[in-house]
């Protein structure tokens, strides 16, 4: 028996990962896959709430995120780095954090933000982006980190890299069987969502624009890079 495969998605702020790739990521889950999310910011400034304190927001966003991965099935795990919302820098440091998570965790694929999409405004998404990236290059060759070998975390090379919000897609997911479990799923982030006006119908709006593309009903594109 083979060992089930691991899907890892990494996201600045708690919703990204279901808003980038839930749909396909809640298939892999109903084929048995491993999915761990690792949320890079504790989100504690997306609110125009002026009564909420950054402290409980942050807090409640982790509940929140551990629900809306809790549709997908049982089992599968969110890592919290718990840096400020907002503050992100694609820095060496990060770099090397996501290096290393990339090395224990061993996914078998990575699902990210696309950090070269145009006009791109919020600079956590950027870097998160750029962070994955170089880390998965650090990752798989052994003359990266050298030290990390010496204490028996050696190198790991997941298969595939999957950007979400890419603007040249070229890999469509059939979502049409998990396009509910999305919504479920991204209506657990109460505190982000329950305000927001429309967002429901434009993620459905988007899956069918992008199932257009590929001849689905309901889609996630992606632009795939083949580690
Ligand atoms: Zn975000």
């Known amino acids: ?60 966003r982790e509940g929140e995120q551990k629900n809306a991965l809790d549709v997908f099935g049982s089992g599968h795990r969110v890592i919290h780095c718990r840096y ?16 290393v998570y990339i090395r224990t965790l061993k996914p078998t694929v990575v699902f990210t933000h696309d950090p070269w999409k145009q006009y791109m405004w919020h600079p956590d998404h950027r870097a998160v982006g750029f962070a994955v990236l170089d880390g998965v290059v650090s990752s798989r060759d052994h003359l990266f980190v ?13 298969e595939t890299l999957y950007l979400w919000g890419a603007e040249q897609l070229d890999h469509f997911e059939d979502i049409s069987t998990t396009l509910e479990a999305k919504i479920k799923s991204l209506t657990e982030h109460h505190t982000q969502l329950d305000n927001a006006k429309g967002w429901e119908e434009r993620t459905r709006n988007r899956a069918a624009e992008v199932g257009a593309m590929a001849g689905f009903t309901a889609a996630e594109g992606f632009k795939k890079m083949i580690v």
């Open 1 to 60: 028996m083979t060992a089930p495969k691991h899907a890892l998605a990494i996201g600045a702020h708690p919703d990204d990962c279901e808003f980038g790739a839930g749909g396909t990521l809640a298939k892999l889950a109903n084929d048995g896959w491993q999915i761990t999310y690792i949320i890079v910011t504790n989100g504690n400034k997306g609110t125009h709430d002026k009564t909420l304190s950054p402290f409980i927001l942050s807090e409640t």
């Open 84 to 99: 400020n919302d907002g503050e992100l820098e694609a820095s060496m440091a990060l770099r090397l954090e996501m290096c």
């Open 146 to 158: 050298p030290g990390l070998r010496q204490v028996g975390i050696d190198v790991w090379r997941p």
